[in-house]
């Protein structure tokens, strides 16, 4: 990937200026090495009239890889070839916007020991990208360009030549022009905006990021008419970090109007005095939905497949309307850990006479789990490879046969709401898939066809507007035909 910054001069102001304000010899090839590959500068012309500096960066695919976001697993098959196989060697996006700040730091802090004077001054300035991916197309191109000064050509690039019935791709070729900038202001524009185009980022967007975005949009963002998408995109969606960077840019536009200091304006507002309460764990508010659940099918005998730890056991043991409590999981260290948190060696009789736990696996059927008014798989399916899920439908809802059975699963559209959590990630490093809202339904619709089940669904958590809630969970019930025409077979 790569691109050039071109600007021309005379005699009394020599293009090749450009070098001095760039900090780099237009009689010098340059290289620099960077997290993610090797930069290189150089200048494919330089003279008085004209002067282009090119930054091409190679990226390393493996530390790409090994520095980004290739943890956790995803539930695309192709996921780690897609690692390697991508557009990052070839279009301009945030790793290119990180290398101009790498290579270019001090031109963009406008710092020119040489030559003091050159970077407050304007340049005629052409910039052009070949390869820009832009998600939203050239209209937002134009959006994000124009208002800062440049006039904008901004051409799609086809899906491929040979064949322009396919139509355009999702990127362009852009070219850049002004006279009224300094090189400092069109460096900082590349930096914030290229990755809003691409609105992608490579790495993890920590808060630190707040503080940069506002550094390189010094003078331009607060009144800039996109500024929030600018800023959401940037943030890669992180609503609590584009919450704080429209705070204070706001801050920032109040100050100007006012012609006052930003902390004069900040200080106006007394500080908050009152305690905030903290937000009910998701992991409790997850419980609570799935024990008034059973509460509300009237479940008595229930099943926990995949207790794990016994969180939801020990809550199912406080409430003496659930007579019997079975837990269930593969893993022989989960049960121990959970024996201990129920304190079984030292629980009365009468207690200890409502809980059991037992080793099983849910992908195959077992007689054990038959006759119970109810069974939970809370956070469990994900845990599996697609291609072991019918298994466990049947074991379950073929087999064992409950009333009522109660599934979570994390709803991974809210994912870009966890302020905790690297972008492409998911929540857990065992999780094999993580579904949308249409994808678990689908699936849960189809199961409950298959077996009998009406099925319906509850948001568990805060429902966003936009992403929905961050766990969501199916409460199937047996019908009521289902059951009689069962027991009427029973009693036969």
């Known amino acids: 990937m790569f691109l050039t910054i071109s600007t021309t001069g005379t005699p009394e102001r020599p293009a090749t200026d450009l070098g001095y304000l760039l900090h780099k010899h237009p009689e010098k090839a340059q290289a620099f090495s960077t997290s993610y590959g ?29 520095r980004g976001k290739g943890k956790g697993r995803g539930g695309a098959p192709d996921s780690a070839l897609a690692q390697y196989v991508n ?61 800062l000064g440049w006039t904008v050509t901004v051409e799609p690039v086809a899906l491929d030549s040979e064949f322009p019935e396919w139509g355009d791709s999702r990127y362009v070729r852009l070219e850049l022009e002004s006279t009224r900038l300094t090189v400092a202001e069109a460096l900082r524009h590349l930096y914030v905006l290229l990755p809003v185009l691409d609105d992608a980022k490579h790495y993890w967007v920590a808060s630190d990021e707040v503080d940069k975005l506002l550094r390189a949009g010094e003078g331009w ?52 005095t009152e305690t905030e ?34 969180q939801l056991v020990q809550a199912l043991l406080k409430d003496p309307k659930f007579t019997e409590i079975v837990g269930v999981d593969v893993s022989v260290r989960a049960l121990t850990i959970a024996s201990r948190r129920l304190k079984l060696d030292r629980m009365g009789e009468r207690m200890a006479s409502r809980v059991q736990l037992f080793q099983g696996s849910l992908a195959y059927t077992d007689k054990r789990l038959k006759g119970y008014d109810a069974a939970v798989l809370s956070e469990v399916i994900e845990h599996l490879d697609l291609p072991r899920l019918p298994a466990l439908e049947y074991a379950v809802f073929g087999a064992a046969r409950p009333r009522t059975v109660l599934v979570t699963t994390p709803n991974v559209e809210y994912n870009v709401r966890w302020e905790s959590l690297p972008a492409g990630h998911v929540r857990h490093g065992d999780h094999r898939f993580e579904w949308t809202r249409q994808e678990f339904r689908a699936w849960a619709s189809a199961v409950a066809e298959r077996h009998g089940y009406d099925v319906e669904f509850v948001p568990v958590g805060p429902d966003d507007p936009e992403v929905g809630p961050p766990t969501q969970m199916a409460v199937f019930t047996l019908g009521t035909a289902v059951i009689r025409t069962e027991k009427e077979a029973k009693a036969a």
């Not at 003091?116 to 820009?132: G, K, T, Y």
Request: charged fraction near 30%.
């Open 38 to 66: 090797r930069a290189h500068v150089l200048y494919p012309e330089a003279d008085d009239q004209r002067c282009t500096a090119a930054l091409l960066l190679e990226v390393d695919a493996v530390a790409l890889v090994r």
């Open 87 to 147: 557009d990052r060697p070839y279009a301009a996006s945030s790793l290119l916007a990180v290398a101009l700040s790498a290579v270019f730091s001090s031109a963009m802090r406008a710092v020119c020991a040489a030559k003091p004077e050159l970077p407050s001054q304007p340049r005629p300035l052409r910039i052009e990208v070949p390869a820009l991916p832009a998600r939203g197309g050239p209209e937002l191109v134009r959006c994000l360009f124009e208002p």
């Open 221 to 272: 963002l607060p009144g800039h008419p996109e500024q929030k998408l600018i800023t959401s995109r940037y943030l890669s969606r992180r609503w609590s970090l584009t919450r704080e960077a429209m705070e204070r840019l706001e801050l920032v536009r109040l100050a100007e109007a006012d012609d006052s200091e930003v902390e004069d304006i900040d200080n106006a507002v007394e500080a908050e």
């Open 277 to 310: 309460e903290k937000p009910t764990p998701l992991a409790v508010q997850r419980r609570e939905a799935i024990l008034e659940a059973l509460r509300a099918a009237g479940a008595a005998r229930v099943l926990d497949l995949g207790c794990g730890q016994g």
